[in-house]
């Protein structure tokens, strides 16, 4: 009876009028991949002499901050380093999609194609000793901090000689200032956030690029990590890589704001095109001095597309269209837009474009190979307890369960 009088008198008693339960999430910002301008009367003759490129108008959105320099100094080195660099990352995923089918990789494996552009432009503006951190979508970030093609299939392989020697897999690899490579979704945000306090600390006058995905962004500890940061005016970029899709979950579905760069509320936030590899570039390094200067975080949304499933589980194409994937590679591909805007530019011909193709193709299979060559390591107990301490601080024994599993190093 109560429940009924109530029903009546919220006046819900008569059928409440149907709506969506969500909007459709607007990206405003471009993705055109070639959306940047240089005049090739500014285009010297010399490799690594600069010039400005002119970047798009619809590059960045800000939220409580000034844009980045729609000018962007480069060199014809830089540029064809850049494309090399996609094309490697690109190359060395496609070897993994095949390793992976042909069922010699196990387990989890998130593939970054389409994607390239972020972890490039990224490595392109800032130093060695910056720092990046992200989720598990990794294995091109682990490439351009210094690890190997070699190392990088050798852990996905679960060879001893991998980047984390066989133990970490596809979501945990690391190499010098390159924190992972993480499994739990969100997790490493805190954790960026942390490194950044030891910049502080130590007064290093560098800054920790914190990267996570826009399914991550809903996440209680991201948000704890923003506090923090703010608090304590930290060195650190919280990066969310916007590739539309969260597993087979559209950001419009899960997200009451799809404007990640805003999330931060008291945080200034900045949106990208991260189809374009110079308007991350520009922009991480715009960030980068920021930050490093004491002004405290920045909250980046990197627009970016994924071409395959959430991972080598997933198809990809239950959630979204066939159609809609095949125009993204096809208008959009940042590799394709690099391409076109050094030839327009005459940054360098055709052939000796497709002579650098070649050759990245060539040097992640030649890697690729080694890796697969690699001896399979020992089934053996003892291989448990190798690497729980750097090598070399092992105590002198480490206890099992029961004392006769103690193992003595």
Known sequence: ???????RGFGLGAAAPRRQAYQIAKRTVTTDAASSHADKADVPDSEDEPFPVKLSDESFETYELDPPPYELMTTKKELKKMYYDMVAVRRMEMAADRLYKEKKIRGFCHLSTGQEAVAVGIEHAIT?????????RCHGFALMRGGTVKSIIGELLGRREGIAYGKGGSMHMFAPNFFGGNGIVGAQVPVGAGIAFAHQYNGSKTATISLYGDGASNQGQVFEAYNMAKLWKLPCIFACENNKYGMGTSAARSSALT????????????????????AVKAATQYGKEYTANENGPLVFEFVTYRYGGHSMSDPGTTYRTREEIQRMRSTNDPIAGLKQKILDWEVCSEDELKSIDKQARADVDKEVDEAEKMAVPDPTPKILFEDIYVRGSEPAYLRGRTTDETYYY
Do not use: F, H, W
């Open 1 to 7: 009876m109560l429940s009924r009088a109530c029903v």
């Open 128 to 136: 060695r000793d910056d720092a990046v951190i992200t989720a598990y």
């Open 259 to 278: 404007e990640y760069y805003k999330r931060g509320q008291y945080i200034p936030g900045l949106k990208i095109n991260a189809m374009d590899v110079l």
